[in-house]
């Protein structure tokens, strides 16, 4: 019997608005681990845009220790321009990013899931089926409206509500996470900002899961 591969597209901003509208952090050290068991995970991916020349970053901390933990990490300076009205706006769109390595991956793969609710995936997913590979879209309708795009839903193999699965990806709350704060230089302020980043999303210093493709 042969085993499923699968891997993990995960659109960090997507992810965190749905996470936070429904009110749990997500434990990223269970997801990885939930989604090992009865198959094989190939790859998981976090995409994320970053805000440059910024002395603190509060995302910062959590995309190193992703990048240590068994995810391969995305990210890309965000863009400021300004609207029609004047008003000053911030533009981190990870589509195309998602997209490409989505389909350089399709040929070593049987499943794809997805984190997001974005309409705009829905040609790919599409792309995707055409290649063979079943697209799992994972978000939410607990919401209102719903964090996932009517046509996207439509278009997936298979539609899981993220709400779900707080059982199995969600943080324990026996601990409340600290505020952070802004980093200074300095072993110590590292260190807890380490620590931080550790008891709030249930993840460790583990050496990463071999590889399957380059």
């Known amino acids: 019997m042969s085993v499923t591969r699968r891997a993990l597209f995960i659109d960090g901003a997507n992810l965190y608005a749905t996470t936070k ?53 995305v990210t890309k300076p965000t863009k400021e321009f300004v609207d029609s009205a004047g008003r000053r706006k911030i533009k981190g769109n990870m589509d195309i990013e998602l997209a490409i390595d989505a389909l350089e991956i399709a040929p070593f793969i049987d499943e794809m899931i997805l984190f997001s609710g974005d309409g705009d995936f829905r040609s790919l997913a599409e792309a995707m089926q055409r290649r063979g590979v079943r697209v799992i879209v994972v978000s939410t309708i607990q919401t ?9 839903r439509r278009q997936a193999d298979e539609f899981i509500d993220i709400s ?9 709350h ?11 230089d300095g072993r110590q302020d590292d260190a807890k900002a380490r620590s931080l980043v550790e008891r709030r999303y249930g993840i460790r210093n583990q050496a990463n899961e071999d590889d399957d493709i380059a």
């Open 21 to 73: 509208s429904l009110g749990f952090d997500v434990d990223f050290k269970r997801l990885l681990r939930s989604y090992n068991h009865n198959g094989r995970l190939v790859r998981a991916f976090y995409y994320t845009a970053m805000i440059e020349d910024q002395e603190y970053s509060s995302i910062r901390p959590l995309v190193d220790w992703l990048d240590y933990n068994g995810y391969r990490v």
């Open 144 to 152: 209102q409206p719903p964090m996932i795009a009517d046509e996207l």
């Open 164 to 172: 779900q699965l707080i059982p199995l990806i969600g943080r324990e």
């Open 174 to 184: 026996g601990d409340r996470a600290p505020r952070q704060q802004p980093e200074t």
